[in-house]
Nanobody, 116 residues
Framework: QVQLVESGGGLVQPGGSLRLSCAAS????????MSWYRQAPGKERELVATISSTGGFTTYADSVKGRFTISRDNAWNTVYLQMNSLKPEDTAVYYC?????????WGKGTLVTVSS
């Protein structure tokens, strides 16, 4: 059974940093591309970043380029999202995402609040 468990969210001041983690199980992690999405209050869920199975290829939404870094550790079946220079508009629930067996799979999310 595929499981994605996010952690690391919280309250941070503008300009601060957080690192999110997503612990994965139930599938061959090292063969799977992984993504982070986010959903702000009253808005649609949006793709933040994607990383290839080996970690050699990454893509980012324009809104987070240069501030966020996605990475993974295939030995620990974990994908990370390092978020720097956080802005109030980064406030959202952040979700780990995988497409597996033709179906989208989501974690339950972790809340990030950027506020002074």
């Amino acid at each position: 059974q595929v499981q994605l468990v996010e952690s690391g969210g919280g309250l941070v001041q503008p300009g601060g940093s957080l690192r999110l983690s997503c612990a994965a199980s139930g599938f061959t992690f090292s063969r799977s591309a992984m993504s982070w999405y986010r959903q702000a209050p009253g808005k649609e869920r949006e793709l933040v970043a994607t990383i290839s199975s080996t970690g050699g290829f990454t893509t980012y939404a324009d809104s987070v380029k240069g501030r966020f870094t996605i990475s993974r550790d295939n030995a620990w079946n974990t994908v990370y999202l390092q978020m720097n220079s956080l802005k109030p508009e980064d406030t959202a629930v952040y979700y780990c995402y995988l497409r597996y067996a033709g179906m989208p799979r989501w974690g339950k999310g972790t809340l990030v609040t950027v506020s002074s």
